[in-house]
């Protein structure tokens, strides 16, 4: 079954960081996701995303803060038509 994985960027108070830029940082950790066994491999068929979104909570300056909120995906959500 597959794992739907949201990343959230919280920024430092200026609410002008770009999401998509932690990626830098983000994949690394997935890569480190997949190595602990959360999923046998972060490819289409068992992750979907990243999706990239603002954090509603505010960072204190000088820190930036990435939040992974991992969901599971049914197989009626599998938009690939694969299970």
């Known amino acids: 079954m597959p ?5 959230a960027v919280s920024t430092n108070g200026r609410n002008q960081a770009d999401p998509s830029n932690a990626d830098n940082v983000g994949k690394p ?10 999923w046998p491999d972060d490819n289409w068929r068992h992750v979907e995303g990243p999706f990239y979104r603002m954090s509603p909570t505010i960072a204190p300056k000088g820190i930036h803060r990435l939040e992974f909120h991992i969901t599971e995906t049914t197989e009626g959500d599998d938009k690939h038509g694969q299970a």
């Open 3 to 7: 794992a739907r994985r949201v990343r």
């Open 29 to 38: 950790i997935i890569d480190g996701f997949t190595k602990a066994g959360l």
